[in-house]
C-alpha cells in the first residue's frame, strides 16, 4: 500500500479544514447544481468519430459509477457512519473503526468519486474534464481534510492511531475475508439509507446517455438509444417505488 494515502499523520492545512467545512455544509445543493451546470454547458464527445466507441466509454462510465455504490453498499450494510452531520456541519457521535472503516478511512467518500468520475466519463466533454473532475476531487480532498481535523480534536490519540493505520482513501484488503465473515450484513438499512441517491444517479446516467446521443447524432437517430434508456430505467423506477413503499411502511 502507497504510503501516500496510508498515514499521513501531518495536520492538514487550514484552509483546506475551512474549504472543506464550507464544501460540507452546502453540498448537498451545491454538488447537483455544478454537475448540472458543467453537464448543460458541455459538448459530449463522439470518441474517433465512433458511435461504437462511444457507447463503449458510457459502459465504462457506468461500470465505474455502480463499483462505487458497491462499495458504498459494502460499507453501509456492515457498519454504517454518521456522514450527514449534525445541523449540516461535520459531527461523529463515536469513532467508527470496524466493517470496511478499518480497510479504508473514507470508503463512503471514495465511493462517491467513483459514482462521480463514472458520470464524466459518460458525459465525456472536455469541460467535463477540465473543470467537473478537478472540482468534485477538491471538494472531496477538502471535505476529508476537515473530517480528520475534526476527529483528531473530538477523539485525540484514539484517532491517530487509527489515522497512522488504516488508508485515507485506498483500500487495504488485508484482513477482508475476516472482515466480511464477522459481521452480519443489514439489506434494510442498506436499502433505507441509499435508495433516494442511487435513484438520482443511475437517473441521472441514462439521461446522460440519452443527452449525448441526441447531441451528437440527433434525435431522429438517437431513438434506439431512447427505448434501451426507457428499458435500463423500468428496473430502477420500480426499485425506487418499491423501496420507498417499504420504508413508509416501516418494513425497513
Same mark, same amino acid.
Request: a positive charge; one cysteine or more; aromatic letters at 12%.
Given at each position: 500500500?502507497?504510503?501516500?494515502?496510508?498515514?499521513?499523520?501531518?495536520?492538514?492545512?487550514?484552509?483546506?479544514?475551512? %474549504?472543506?467545512?464550507?464544501?460540507?455544509?452546502?453540498?448537498?445543493? &451545491?454538488?447537483? +447544481?455544478? /454537475?448540472? #451546470?458543467? @453537464?448543460? *454547458?458541455?459538448?459530449?464527445?463522439?470518441?474517433?468519430?465512433?458511435?461504437?466507441?462511444?457507447?463503449?466509454?458510457?459502459?465504462?462510465?457506468?461500470?465505474?459509477?455502480?463499483?462505487?455504490?458497491?462499495?458504498?453498499?459494502?460499507?453501509?450494510?456492515?457498519?454504517?457512519?454518521?456522514?450527514?452531520?449534525?445541523?449540516?456541519?461535520?459531527?461523529?457521535?463515536?469513532?467508527?473503526?470496524?466493517?470496511?472503516?478499518?480497510?479504508?478511512?473514507?470508503?463512503?467518500?471514495?465511493?462517491?468519486?467513483?459514482?462521480?468520475?463514472? %458520470?464524466?466519463?459518460?458525459?465525456?466533454?472536455?469541460?467535463?474534464? &477540465?473543470?467537473? +473532475?478537478? /472540482?468534485? #476531487?477538491? @471538494?472531496? *480532498?477538502?471535505?476529508?481534510?476537515?473530517?480528520?481535523?475534526?476527529?483528531?480534536?473530538?477523539?485525540?490519540?484514539?484517532y491517530d492511531g487509527y489515522h497512522r493505520g488504516v488508508p485515507r482513501f485506498l483500500p487495504n484488503w488485508n484482513g477482508i475475508s475476516a472482515t466480511l465473515a464477522g459481521m452480519q450484513f443489514n439489506w434494510q438499512r442498506l436499502v433505507r439509507k441509499e435508495y433516494g441517491s442511487t435513484f438520482i444517479w443511475m437517473t441521472t446516467a441514462l439521461a446522460l446517455v440519452y443527452w449525448e446521443a441526441v447531441r451528437n447524432r440527433g434525435v431522429a437517430a438517437s431513438a434506439?438509444?431512447?427505448?434501451?434508456? &426507457?428499458?435500463?430505467?423500468?428496473?430502477?423506477?420500480?426499485?425506487?417505488?418499491?423501496?420507498?413503499?417499504?420504508?413508509?411502511?416501516?418494513?425497513?
Amino acid at each position: 500500500m502507497s504510503t501516500e494515502l496510508a498515514s499521513a499523520t501531518s495536520a492538514p492545512a487550514p484552509w483546506l479544514v475551512r %474549504l472543506g467545512n464550507t464544501f460540507f455544509h452546502h453540498r448537498n445543493a &451545491l454538488f447537483p +447544481v455544478v /454537475f448540472l #451546470l458543467v @453537464a448543460a *454547458l458541455s459538448k459530449p464527445r463522439l470518441p474517433w468519430g465512433s458511435v461504437r466507441a462511444d457507447r463503449v466509454v458510457d459502459a465504462l462510465g457506468l461500470a465505474i459509477a455502480c463499483t462505487g455504490q458497491a462499495l458504498r453498499g459494502l460499507v453501509i450494510g456492515l457498519a454504517y457512519i454518521r456522514r450527514g452531520g449534525k445541523n449540516r456541519r461535520i459531527h461523529a457521535d463515536e469513532l467508527v473503526t470496524d466493517g470496511f472503516f478499518a480497510h479504508s478511512r473514507n470508503p463512503l467518500y471514495l465511493g462517491n468519486m467513483l459514482v462521480y468520475l463514472g %458520470l464524466f466519463v459518460v458525459l465525456d466533454s472536455l469541460l467535463g474534464w &477540465l473543470v467537473g +473532475v478537478p /472540482f468534485f #476531487l477538491l @471538494a472531496y *480532498l477538502a471535505i476529508t481534510a476537515a473530517e480528520e481535523d475534526y476527529l483528531h480534536r473530538q477523539f485525540g490519540e484514539a484517532y491517530d492511531g487509527y489515522h497512522r493505520g488504516v488508508p485515507r482513501f485506498l483500500p487495504n484488503w488485508n484482513g477482508i475475508s475476516a472482515t466480511l465473515a464477522g459481521m452480519q450484513f443489514n439489506w434494510q438499512r442498506l436499502v433505507r439509507k441509499e435508495y433516494g441517491s442511487t435513484f438520482i444517479w443511475m437517473t441521472t446516467a441514462l439521461a446522460l446517455v440519452y443527452w449525448e446521443a441526441v447531441r451528437n447524432r440527433g434525435v431522429a437517430a438517437s431513438a434506439g438509444v431512447l427505448r434501451v434508456v &426507457l428499458l435500463l430505467w423500468v428496473p430502477v423506477i420500480v426499485g425506487y417505488g418499491t423501496a420507498r413503499y417499504l420504508k413508509k411502511n416501516g418494513r425497513l
